[in-house]
């Protein structure tokens, strides 16, 4: 079963601008991660949040949680052309033994 | 880094026949692995936990003798789709949590089925 939604499904930006995606989830949560694939690859992991936390970044990412909402933002400043993937957030609720469920992703397209 | 690795990349089969398909974490062990399912600009569907030396938990709606799942040993697990129709072809990708110390999965490459 799915987790949620991720709004919006596609975004196509420039080079150099920021990307905003977001994720919503219906259940309670120990933490929420964020995972790009690259099409018709396996997934690679970007970031965790924990449940308790409110905000972190990596590099060019700013991940946030709002738990009362039951929601994530992934925000990819200066974007390049590399960064064209699809989005995923996932969560694992607590006492479930890691197991993930994603939410519907978000294509993202930067035109270079 | 931590490795999965997924054999084959991508099968064709006939209607009928049975693929196996195996996820092998390279560098480290893993007691627990997952499979997922995902369709074309779709999300990935989790279908099953696969547990080393015993029987595999799976997701409701997934069928147990359609996906066998055998996890042998502490770095391979094994999903096999018996009897093959076209509406199995889909995108199946593993997954294993490196360890105990973190949430965060490493996943395969993923293996295209086409049955035909």
């Known amino acids: 079963s799915q987790q949620g939604e991720e709004d919006p499904q596609a975004l196509s930006i420039q080079e150099g601008e920021n990307a905003t995606m977001n994720c919503s989830y219906k259940t309670s949560i120990n933490n929420l991660q964020w995972y790009r694939q690259n099409s018709g690859r396996g997934l690679v992991h970007l970031i965790l949040i924990r449940s308790n936390e409110r905000e972190k970044h990596s590099g060019r990412l700013r991940v946030t949680l709002d738990t009362s909402k039951k929601s994530s933002s992934l925000l990819i400043t200066a974007s390049r052309a590399a960064d064209t993937a699809s989005y995923f957030c996932a969560t694992v609720a607590p006492g479930s033994s890691y197991k993930l469920i994603f939410g519907s992703g978000t294509r993202l397209l930067v035109r270079p | 880094g931590a490795v999965v690795s997924q054999h084959p990349s991508r099968v064709i089969c006939k209607s009928g026949t049975s693929v196996k398909i195996e996820c092998r974490s390279l560098?480290?062990?893993?007691?627990?692995m997952f499979w997922y399912r995902q369709f074309p600009k779709q999300s990935l569907m989790l279908m099953a936990t696969s547990n080393e030396g015993s029987k595999a938990t799976y997701e409701q709606g997934v069928e147990k003798d359609k996906f066998l799942i055998n996890h042998a040993s502490l770095t391979l697990s094994t999903l096999t789709v018996t009897s093959a129709h076209p509406e199995d072809s889909s995108f199946y990708i593993c997954?294993?949590?490196?360890?105990?110390?973190?949430?965060?999965?490493?996943f395969g490459p993923g293996t295209r089925l086409t049955v035909t």
């Open positions: 997954s294993a949590p490196l360890g105990t110390a973190t949430y965060e999965q490493y």
């Open positions: 560098d480290f062990q893993a007691t627990t």
